[in-house]
């Protein structure tokens, strides 16, 4: 612990901090551009200088170790000056458009010139003028208003791993650009929005919406993929004008991925705001009361076992325990199920079907063998983690199939399921790696249980880990990347109809040997209609309303509280930020109004009894069985990892234009091939 | 000095010829294993060489991948220095040094000549393509000042009817003799003085 002294008050850092976050800890804030916890120290921008005694010449506190015994000074007369002169050559070069600029507002060199600028200029001469860079669909650029801070450079080369930012020219004249005003090929590019201190790069979907204190803002958790990002919503009346990171270190940081960020125009575009009924094969506005009644009619005509239900990928918990209660006790049919495909799921363990080493544990891990799986698109912050952990330890990576780019190198070993059985049989050298490795880190993909040899995948490998002790207490070195964030939900609901691991109400779903099948949500089924009379209950226009008898307007997720489990099996709640529009109502109202009006019965009273109970079902149905070793039959096939359509990964994304575009400009770079 | 222009027309491929490869090799091996990154610089010289005296985009990209250094990187130090060139220059490229000792003893004339005899602007070829001209700064004679780099020789002591002859000289093709327009050699003193104490007021 080292001793400092910051404007008389005592304080004690551990060592290897810097003077800036020891003056912090003292609880003295310290102005600063280029300065950023989790990126490098540039010591650039030059606002954060301090006095230090015996220091001739103010420091730059961002860039300067502390040490012991050292006596700062952060509020005499020499630091303002010193702060003034450099905030005065910072704006000789600024535009004064802020009236005009989209950071307007929470432009961190607006504030700190409400401290250190000076009210008019000495600076005569023609402001620089930049030209304006390209960056791809999300990020408009304005670099004239650039103060050459150097963040974004940062982010992408040592957070994001795409070495496409740089900084061309020098001295006044430089410029911040992609290669050749190339777009930036990262799912994280839209960090640099928010890392960007001034108005130079700004939300190109964003521009010119609303200014930030007229939004409503609201804390709550991203539903694109099963991570679970920490997200802050910000609406203005009913739109979801944006949304921004939210710090939670033990999952997603800072960061987000650019589907989490600007999906959020899909949720204004392709959306049952009214329930409708199809007629000779066209769709017609209707009341809700005709439409349930029409329900209600078919449901009493049908035999409960030919009802089925398939739950979405974006739904909450809740609606999950409620569609689940409404099938139990209300029609009284299994044929419930939560996967749209068929994926082998043992749900004896929890352990069998979640992260286990969660998120940041992966940084501890030695070894990590990628099966199946793609997880630059599959959980991008998870990748993020997972580079993170390489930079830090050069872990070793492995991955069965070729990813293409992953920001990291790994080893790229046969991708076969012979693979798997000569590792399991020690006949593979990774086999003794694994042996070896002290934390190692198997993560399965959703690809690798879809195959025919899933179940001998999955069990063979968590027996041969249990046998090595590498299943244990303390490490858990099986895992499991979930893509959809109400996959743990679902499993951990029980909202799976299996027998002999096969997904049967899928197989008779797809065999048509039901009358009725209610989507809620569900948007992923493929198969071939027959006579089935369907009911979509939704949020969006998409495939699964597309194919349904009756469509019931539901809420999206940004407009209904609701629990989501991240794939390392951590509950988080999303709050309510705008609400259903139209006569739409929330997903568990829908279910229970059609449960009175089957049985005259409500299911619940209200929201918190239906809480309360999910929760003494979740209590009470905590699965730790240490199930035996299961039979599986081996087939010798590929390991593929399934292409993953990033930008189009669910209704949301699929609605909303800046993910159109974003997929088209990927696919141009693909089609062109203009790399290299 | 503002951002160096890019040339609009490039060539589409760029490799080392096999002098230059070897040259190359020898330049890496200089360097650490692991950190042959640090020879970016002597291969982005290289490839100006020979290139006739440019670099274009496609030895950038031929740079990076040798080394195995993004192409951003590749391009902020091709930028960033001003000894190499990104557009096509002439034969004879003149760089004529305007900083203050130079300028106080007439580098703008010699910039006026270069105006009206070469190119209007800095960075264009001469009407016949064979030579251009740019602004520089400090080359470091002052003590001959003012003065002009042409290609890798320096031209010393000039005013504006010798810098015309130079001119002129280059303009016919013909390679003008490099040194002191003064007749001094190197930087000695002028007039035969070996001490400062020999003359008052020196």
Request: proline letters at 4%; aromatic letters at 10%; hydrophobic letters at 35%.
């Amino acid at each position: 612990m080292l001793k400092l002294k910051v404007n008389d008050t005592d304080v004690e850092i551990e060592e290897g901090l810097t003077v800036l976050q020891a003056c912090e800890k003292a609880g003295f804030e310290i102005p600063r551009f280029c300065y950023h916890e989790k990126l490098s120290i540039a010591g650039n921008c030059r606002m954060c200088l301090v006095e230090m005694e015996k220091s001739p010449k103010p420091i730059a506190s961002c860039a300067m170790p502390a040490t012991d015994g050292m006596i700062i000074k952060t509020n005499t007369p020499l630091v303002e000056k010193a702060r003034k002169g450099v905030m005065e050559f910072l704006l000789a070069n600024h535009p004064l458009d802020c009236p005009v600029c989209d950071q307007g507002g929470e432009c961190d060199l607006q504030d700190q010139s409400m401290f250190y600028g000076i009210d008019k200029s000495r600076f005569r001469e023609n402001k620089r003028h930049v030209p304006d860079k390209y960056m791809g669909p999300l990020i408009k650029t304005q670099m004239t208003r650039c103060i050459h801070c150097t963040r974004c450079i940062r982010f992408a080369t040592e957070i994001a791993g795409v070495t496409e930012l740089g900084a061309i020219g020098r001295g006044e004249n430089m410029e911040i650009t992609t290669y050749l005003e190339k777009s930036m090929e990262s799912e994280l590019s839209g960090n640099v929005i928010d890392l960007c201190p001034v108005g130079a790069l700004t939300s190109k979907p964003y521009v010119f919406e609303a200014r930030p204190w007229e939004l409503k803002k609201t804390e709550t958790i991203d539903v694109m993929d099963a991570v679970g990002s920490n997200i802050r919503v910000d609406t203005y009346g009913w739109e979801v004008k944006r949304i921004l990171p939210r710090i939670n270190e033990d999952i997603n940081d800072e960061w987000i991925s650019d589907k989490t960020r600007y999906s959020c125009d899909g949720l204004k575009n392709q959306r049952i705001d009214t329930p409708y009924i199809k007629e000779n094969g066209k769709f017609k506005k209707t009341t809700w009361q005709i439409a349930y009644q029409k329900i209600v009619e078919k449901i009493k005509q049908t035999e409960p076992d030919k009802i089925a239900g398939l739950t979405g990928d974006l739904t909450n918990m809740e609606t999950l325990y409620a569609v689940k209660e409404f099938f139990n006790t209300t029609i009284k049919s299994k044929n419930l199920d939560s996967r749209s495909d068929f994926y082998y799921i043992n749900n004896e363990n929890r352990q069998n079907y979640i992260f286990n080493v969660s998120i940041n544990g992966i940084e501890d891990s030695d070894l990590i063998v990628l099966i199946g799986t793609n997880p630059r698109y599959e959980a991008t912050i998870l990748n993020l983690k997972i580079r993170q952990a390489y930079l830090k330890n050069k872990t070793e990576i492995y991955s069965l199939s070729n990813l293409g780019d992953l920001t990291y190198p790994y080893e790229i070993i046969s991708g076969n399921t012979e693979t798997i059985k000569n590792i399991i049989e020690n006949k593979n050298d990774l086999s003794n790696k694994i042996i070896n490795a002290k934390k190692p880190l198997i993560i399965l993909g959703q690809s690798v249980l879809k195959i025919k040899s899933g179940k001998y995948v999955f069990e063979e490998l968590k027996n041969f880990l249990t046998n090595k002790n590498k299943i244990n207490k303390e490490w858990n070195s099986l895992n499991i990347i979930s893509n959809n964030a109400s996959t743990v939900g679902s499993y951990d609901l029980n909202i799976i109809n299996s027998n002999n691991e096969k997904n049967i109400t899928l197989e008779r779903i797809k065999n048509n040997e039901f009358e009725i099948l209610f989507l809620f949500g569900q948007d992923d089924l493929k198969f071939n209609k027959n006579n089935e009379f369907i009911i979509y209950i939704g949020s969006h226009g998409d495939k699964g309303a597309e194919m349904a008898d009756v469509i019931l307007p539901g809420a999206a997720y940004t407009e209904q509280d609701g629990y989501y489990t991240n794939l390392e099996g951590r509950i988080q709640k999303a709050y309510q930020a705008s609400y259903p529009p139209g006569e739409s109502k929330e997903d568990w109202v829908i279910v229970n109004e059609l449960s009175n009006l089957l049985k005259r019965k409500k299911l619940y009273k209200n929201k918190s009894e239906l809480i309360d109970l999910m929760f003494n079902y979740l209590k009470n149905n905590i699965k730790n069985n240490d199930s035996n070793y299961l039979e599986s039959i081996f087939f010798n096939e590929k390991i593929s990892v399934e292409d993953i359509d990033y930008y189009y990964s669910n209704v949301v994304s699929r609605s909303s234009r800046t993910m159109s575009e974003c997929r088209n400009q990927k696919m141009k770079i693909q089609v062109t091939g203009t790399e290299g | 000095m503002s951002i160096k222009k890019i040339s609009k027309e490039q060539p589409k491929i760029f490799e080392f010829n096999s002098k230059n490869l070897e040259i190359s090799k020898k330049i890496i091996e200089n360097y650490p294993k692991g950190k042959q990154q640090s020879a970016v610089m002597a291969l982005l010289y290289l490839a100006q060489r020979q290139n006739d005296n440019w670099i274009p985009l496609a030895a950038i990209k031929y740079v990076g991948k040798f080394l195995n250094i993004p192409y951003i990187k590749v391009y902020e130090i091709a930028t960033f220095y001003s000894m190499y060139n990104l557009a096509p220059v002439g034969k004879y490229f003149l760089q004529v040094c305007t900083t203050t000792p130079c300028m106080i003893r007439g580098a703008y004339d010699l910039v006026e000549i270069c105006k009206n005899k070469i190119s209007k602007n800095q960075g264009e070829l001469s009407k016949d393509g064979i030579c251009s001209w740019t602004e520089v700064e400090c080359l470091g004679a002052c003590v001959n000042a003012p003065m002009t780099q042409i290609n890798d020789d320096y031209y010393e002591d000039l005013d504006k009817e010798k810098f015309e002859k130079i001119i002129d000289q280059i303009l016919n093709n013909k390679k003008p003799k490099p040194g002191s327009y003064r007749g001094r050699k190197n930087s000695e003193p002028e007039n035969g003085r070996k001490t400062l104490t020999e003359f008052k007021n020196a």
